[in-house]
């Protein structure tokens, strides 16, 4: 019997006619072989961007409702035109929006998170041999507004599709052949992982490695759905995203990610008494900027200083918000320092070894790295260093942990 694929193709791989059909054709040698299919879409290239472009041109805020209402059109675009290529070969394609099918998710426009999948309109369409394209990044909320899901949305439809559909399998196409030991275009050493568990992708995309949207990941742990993330442009197996225990292999470290859009904010000279880190964080939050990295350093005098990152867009928003506390909790001077790059080591095999960041450590410290900021998590080290130096830091933390060779098993 015949599989059921979902596969989702991103941007890069709809951005013209061309590519287009290259999509056909892998979808039509995947129903020539006897499996059935549903496909998810991007929107073509950049279009996404050039939308929000437009957007900003005329209100640099615009409003969100009329912001979702304009972005979920570059999807209608490419399921469309996949759907004549489809068509063109014999293969019923049929595109629908999410709309269409009742993709149904929250009020948080811009950013909305999928709440229930409807999918018996798919079945009955895969039962009479059709293959349906649809558009992925976006939903409806109650009231029947469409709702977008963040950048990278698409991915996550995709997992939604496949869990809610039950599918075999699910495919992310994308620009590069998978998930990497790192950036390639960080460091050329770089090597393909044929595998690597949930945890350790969540905390790659949390910080910084851009092929799988958060969330897509959140949502595939979640019904512990595998997740092949593949090239549309080279043959290959990819990587296989999935639940750990099915992992022979247990490197220290299986991938660095590194992320230079935050930007470090200080405040000086805080009285060190309780409730002080919620009341410098709290307004932060309230004004919906996400925090990273937070560092509070010993007291002295009975003050102390305090230091958090944040995306780089906010920082202006953040600074504000830091000189009012300032004033209202009596606090000194604030830095801004944007010239940061965020370095982080993830694997799973850090749970069983110890001494991993002292080798860590090390290796920045023989390639005089300076270090400003420092956290961990279970299978997680991250450092805070000058954003000039983050290609040099990756390069010796990839040498140091010999992730340019394979584990013998
Ligand atoms: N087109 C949307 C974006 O560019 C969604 C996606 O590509 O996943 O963010
Ligand atoms: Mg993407």
């Not at 039950?166 to 992310?172: F, G, S, T, V, W």
């Not at 969330?215 to 290959?236: D, T």
């Not at 000189?323 to 790059?341: M, P």
């Not at 954003?387 to 992730?403: C, G, I, N, P, Q």
């Amino acid at each position: 019997m015949g599989k059921l694929i979902v596969k989702k193709f991103g941007g890069t791989s709809v951005a013209d006619a061309e590519r287009i059909e290259a999509v056909a054709d892998n979808i039509e040698s995947e129903i020539n072989a006897g499996n059935k299919v549903t496909v998810v879409l991007s929107a073509m290239g950049d279009s996404t961007d050039d939308l929000i472009k437009l957007a900003k041109e005329i209100n640099p805020e615009p409003d969100l409702r009329e912001y979702d209402a304009l972005v979920s059109t570059g999807e209608q675009i490419s399921v469309a035109l996949l759907a004549i290529a489809l068509l063109k070969r014999g293969i019923k394609g049929k595109s629908y929006t999410a709309y269409q099918l009742g993709i149904k998710t929250n009020s948080s426009h811009s950013r909305a998170r999928i709440l229930d999948v409807e999918v018996s309109k798919i079945i009955s369409e895969l039962n009479e041999g059709v293959v349906p394209v649809i558009t992925g990044f976006q939903g409806m909320n109650e009231s029947g507004d469409i709702t977008t899901l963040g950048r990278g949305g698409s991915d996550t439809t995709g997992v939604a599709l496949a869990a809610a559909l039950d599918a075999d399998e699910c495919q992310i196409y994308t620009d590069v052949e998978g998930i990497f030991t790192t950036d390639p275009r960080v460091y050329g050493k770089a090597r393909l992982l044929k595998q690597v568990s949930f945890e350790e992708m969540l905390e790659l995309s949390s910080s910084g490695a851009k092929v799988l949207q958060l969330r897509a990941v959140e949502y595939a742990s979640k019904f512990n759905l595998p997740i092949r993330v593949l090239s549309s442009f080279n043959e290959g197996e990819g990587t296989l995203v999935q639940e750990e225990k099915n992992i022979m292999e247990r490197p220290i470290v299986s991938g660095i990610s590194s992320i230079d859009t935050e930007a470090k904010l200080t405040i000086r000279g805080v009285p060190d008494i309780p409730g002080v880190a919620a009341k410098i964080l709290s307004p932060i939050s309230d004004a919906g900027i996400e925090v990273d990295v937070i560092v509070q350093n010993i007291g002295a005098d009975n003050t102390t200083d305090f230091t958090f990152t944040v995306n780089e867009d906010d920082t202006k928003q953040a600074e504000e918000i830091l000189k009012k506390t300032s004033t209202t909790l009596g606090g000194g001077l604030i830095d801004v320092d944007d010239d940061i790059a965020k370095i982080s080591i993830v694997g799973r095999g850090m749970r069983a070894h110890a001494g991993v960041a002292s080798k860590m450590f090390q290796a920045l410290a023989k390639s005089e790295i300076n270090i400003s900021m420092i956290t961990t998590s279970e299978i997680k080290i991250s450092v805070v260093i000058k954003k000039s130096e983050m290609t040099k830091a990756v390069a010796a933390l990839h040498d140091a942990f010999d992730l340019d060779k394979e584990l013998d098993e």
